[in-house]
């Protein structure tokens, strides 16, 4: 394996890496525009040359292989002019109204303009007119004046999405990026294109002009929206609900994990956010002469544990039963499975909806199963057959029925719950379940809360709160809690990860940063 | 120096372009015996001895480029013709294949016996319509006579070649352009290496070489490598087509020993200045050659020789302009040329280009501020060394060259707005 020097300090790696990769693991990051790890090699925007002794021309460090004893200099005087001669070049036909651009604030141009430009303007002629802000596809919008050509969007559309809608036209400075002829940016991965795009050429239609990006927060977390568990960001403002109609949750970030997701998340999940926004369960509810009447968590942490008790007390632990969910976190689950299951005796505990049919599955990302944590609920053993317990509560047997987060809208299903009286609905969004229930408790959704997701492949992953409980709503962890101790069950969890460390024999500090698979034949088979 | 006839000994015969006439002439005999009675290693032998460079412009040796094709690959070779001749001043390939694409022909097969090559393209400019025709019909009648397809000349050796017209981009005559547009994609250049020789058209090895390049091998087969090396010069084998160009009084193409002096071809074959005007500035090979001044006149052409002096004999297109032509104009001419040509793939070549051709403009409208010429410098330089392809390189050395051999005329433009030899003119007159 070759020894590399790179800026003065040394470094091993395999012959196959180039001089922009060896850099990054020696945490020298050497400036770009077209280079982008998950994509091929452009080699078109310069802007990541090199000095390497005993070469006379600058290389480009995104295509130049290492070689043994190779030596690079990434910040020598000869490197920072033609860097800036670069930059120069790229902003001869860049408008330069970055007050008015909505990449501000996170635009490569700037940020590499203030790194290595901050030279005078010595451009008299006029700029080239292009095409501005138009609609490409059902997210994007194309601004051709700001785009410097880097081709990240096509490589993209070629190589990741293999779709092709994006071409290169024309030639020389009167090149411009746009759609092939009769093609939309339609593909499922499109939201990826905006996140590459290094300036403000491509943006997105959902999050323009919503917020200054200096005014996002951001939390890591874990997309809810299939079981593959993309890694993501929340991007998230607090600070000021006058703005955006309120909207809490402004955008979704991919987070770069390896084994999961790469770079990339698709649009399903990037835009799947708004239930957190909207329609949501705000406050306790209560059925009073046939209607649910708003009320307060002291009455219904009164009534829910009395309507247990008293099933408890009269027909033993079959007279309830849980229907827990896919969407709760591993924690949630283990709860339950501790509350119901080992303190209470309830054998009926099931979590999968057995009308949901599969959805749309590709060989990329998107998984056919639309819930986020189907492999952990199966993990904690949560497995009786939903109907069954539907159908016995339904008969009578059953005289406490336990909903978490479930949609149930088959017809079918339907006809079952109206005829099931006792319905204890949890969850964080109205629906046609919880419109059916006697008590109505508010849940927090997976970005109010802290817990983990187990994706199809068995990798458990860590999610974080990014923004509190919408007005009176609690994570099912605090519900269940206050359920237990008005039970007078001895609970020893302050927080969900005391559960995850009674479940996983470890701290989530502990835990890989990318996630872990769930049981040692799992790590071994998937290192 | 006289004229010696090797590659254009039947410019003008208007029968040469027949099979029948040409075979009867000797033709074919070369290729014959290269197939028949020399090893592909001797053939390739014989065109390292005789010194014949690239004559497509690089001036890289030909029998070395054909050596760095590995002989153990398993993937087929192939052999791509650059008849995309398009720099500026140069129109020699053209000559070759109106008036003799039998010769191009046995070039082709003589070096694809040499490199193990089954399948050979030659990319046509799109605007060379009557060339395409011809070199059809000849590649026709050759396929009609056995001389390529199965069994080249009847021997255990398969050919085939395809003609492949480009559609009108500069960009598309550098190597690398050339085969993502005959793979049929955009002319964008490739980045180097991986260099052709090992992984070329559709991701397999490949020989590129030139019109002209390849029609010398008839020759040099015959009458040996050592023949062609004695013609020319130290390292510059053999001759040159010269395209003659601009204000000379009979322009046309001359073939020339390597190192014969501009001022021969100029004066004697060229007969002179047109008008019988001093001669004021020469680009001595193709538009991406820095231009030359009157005095050096004496510089004997080779690839060495120009290089010495910061210029380069490249496609051998030779511009000569008078003492009436303007200097700003000539540059903002050739500025036009390479803005309105680069592919637009990489940063300063695109946008340099661009830039340069606006700075140019706005000088020639009587608009130049007193900081253009530096801001010109700068651009060039920083074109320079910095791109994927040589098209910058080439357009930035071209820059260079008006730069700094009338450098006094940028600044009477930019001083007084206006051309200073339209005054001369005027007080002439």
């Not at chain 1, 599969?358 to 189907?374: E, I, M, S």
Request: with cysteine; net charge negative; hydrophobic share 35%.
């Amino acid at each position: 394996m070759p020894t590399i020097t790179i800026d003065g300090q040394q470094v091993v790696v395999d012959a196959a890496t180039t001089v922009i990769q060896a850099a990054e693991k020696l945490g020298i990051y050497i400036p770009r525009y077209c280079y982008h790890p998950g994509l091929s090699i452009a080699g078109s925007c310069r802007l990541c040359m090199v000095e390497i002794e005993k070469m006379p021309k600058l290389q480009i460090a995104c295509h130049t292989r290492v070689t043994d004893g190779m030596n690079v200099i990434t910040s020598s005087d000869k490197v920072k002019q033609a860097r800036r001669a670069m930059l120069e070049f790229l902003l001869i036909d860049h408008p330069l109204d970055c007050p008015v651009c909505d990449q501000s604030g996170e635009c490569d141009l700037q940020n590499f303009y203030m790194e290595i430009g901050r030279y005078d303007s010595r451009f008299l002629e006029n700029k080239i007119k292009r095409k501005k802000a138009f609609s490409i596809g059902p997210h994007v919008m194309l601004d051709q004046e700001r785009c410097i050509l880097c081709s990240r969007c096509v490589r993209f559309c070629d190589e990741v999405s293999k779709t092709n809608e994006l071409g290169i036209f024309s030639r020389g400075d009167r090149s411009f990026v746009d759609l092939y002829p009769g093609k939309e940016l339609a593909n499922i991965y499109s939201g990826n294109v905006i996140d590459i795009c290094p300036v403000g050429a491509l943006t997105e239609k959902e999050f323009r002009f919503q917020c200054r990006v200096w005014y996002l927060q951001s939390q890591d977390s874990i997309c809810n929206g299939c079981a593959r568990g993309c890694n993501i960001q929340i991007h998230y403002n607090t600070a000021r609900p006058y703005k955006s109609e309120g909207r809490r949750i402004l955008r979704l970030k991919p987070r770069f994990n390896p084994y999961v997701n790469r770079w990339w998340i698709c649009d399903e999940g990037r835009y799947g956010y708004e239930f957190i926004n909207k329609n949501r369960i705000e406050f306790p509810y209560l059925r009073r002469g046939g209607k649910l009447d708003l009320t307060d968590w002291d009455t219904v942490i009164e009534e829910v544990p009395r309507a247990l008790k008293t099933a408890l007390e009269h027909y033993g632990p079959e007279g309830i039963g849980v229907i827990a969910s896919p969407q709760l976190s591993n924690e949630d689950l283990y709860l339950i499975r501790k509350v119901f299951g080992e303190l209470m005796g309830v054998s009926d505990i099931g979590f999968k909806n057995p009308w949901e049919k599969p959805g749309y599955q590709d060989d990329f990302l998107v998984r056919a199963d639309k819930n986020p944590n189907t492999r952990g609920a199966e993990e904690i053993g949560l497995t009786t057959n939903v109907q069954t317990i539907l159908e016995s509560a339904a008969t009578g047997r059953i005289k406490v029925l336990y909903i978490f987060q479930h949609n149930f809208d088959a017809p079918e299903a339907l006809e079952l719950l109206d005829s099931i009286p006792g319905i204890i609905y949890q969850g964080s969004n109205w629906n046609q379940t919880a419109e059916r229930a006697h008590v109505v408790l508010p849940a927090a959704t997976y970005a109010e809360k802290d817990g983990s997701f187990t994706n199809f492949e068995g990798r458990i992953q860590r999610f974080c709160r990014a923004v509190p409980p919408l007005e009176e709503s609690k994570t099912d962890f605090e519900i269940l809690s206050l359920v237990a101790e008005k039970l007078e069950f001895p609970l020893v969890y302050n927080h969900p990860l005391d559960l995850f460390m009674e479940w996983q024999g470890k701290s989530y500090a502990e835990m890989d940063g990318f996630g872990e698979m769930i049981s040692e034949q799992l790590r071994e088979a998937n290192g | 120096m006289p004229i010696v006839k090797l590659v254009s000994e039947y410019f003008g015969n208007e029968q040469a372009k027949s099979l029948d006439w040409y075979r009867q002439n000797g033709g074919y005999e070369a290729a014959r015996r290269a197939i028949f009675e020399m090893a592909p290693k001797q053939v390739t032998d014989e065109v390292i001895k005789s010194n014949l460079r690239g004559l497509g412009g690089a001036g890289f040796p030909t029998g070395k480029k054909w050596s760095f094709v590995p002989a153990d690959d398993s993937k087929p070779k192939y052999l791509t013709v650059n008849a995309d001749e398009a720099e500026p001043g140069t129109f020699k390939d053209r000559y070759i294949l109106e008036w003799d694409p039998h010769r191009l022909i046995e070039g082709i097969i003589i070096c694809s016996w040499a490199v193990g090559i089954h399948k050979a393209y030659i990319y046509v400019r799109g605007e060379y319509v009557r060339p395409y025709r011809i070199l059809k019909a000849a590649v026709e009648e050759a396929y009609k006579e056995g001389i390529l397809g199965e069994h080249v000349l009847g021997a255990d050796f398969k050919l085939d070649v395809h003609i492949h017209r480009g559609a009108g981009a500069y960009i598309c005559g550098e190597e690398t352009g050339l085969l993502e547009s005959l793979e049929g994609k955009k002319g964008w250049p490739r980045l180097k290496p991986p260099f052709p020789a090992i992984i070329g058209l559709f991701n397999c090895p490949t020989v590129i070489n030139n019109v002209e390049t390849l029609s010398h091998l008839r020759n040099i087969i015959l009458k040996g490598g050592e023949w062609f090396a004695d013609i020319g010069v130290d390292r510059n084998g053999g001759t040159r087509l010269f395209a003659l160009s601009g204000r000379v009084k009979r322009p046309g193409v001359y073939e020339l020993p390597m190192g014969t002096p501009m001022r021969e071809l100029i004066y004697e074959h060229g007969d002179g200045i047109a008008g019988d005007r001093q001669l004021k500035a020469i680009i001595p090979g193709g538009a991406s050659a820095p231009v030359l001044t009157a005095d050096q006149v004496d510089i004997p052409m080779t690839f060495d020789d120009l290089a010495k002096v910061g210029s380069m004999l490249g496609s051998a297109g030779i511009v000569v302009m008078d003492e009436s032509v303007c200097m700003v104009k000539a540059m903002h001419t050739i500025a036009d040329f390479f803005a309105h040509e680069s592919c637009g793939q990489c940063t300063p070549c695109r946008q340099g280009t661009g830039w340069v051709y606006r700075i140019v403009s706005r000088i020639l409208d009587g608009h130049g501020s007193v900081d253009d010429m530096k801001t010109l410098e700068s651009a060039k330089k920083n074109m320079s060394g910095t791109s994927i392809c040589a098209l910058s390189d080439g357009a930035a050395m071209a820059y260079g060259g008006f730069l700094s051999k009338f450098p006094e005329e940028f600044e009477y433009h930019i001083k007084h707005k206006k051309c200073d030899l339209q005054e001369k003119r005027m007080a002439v007159a």
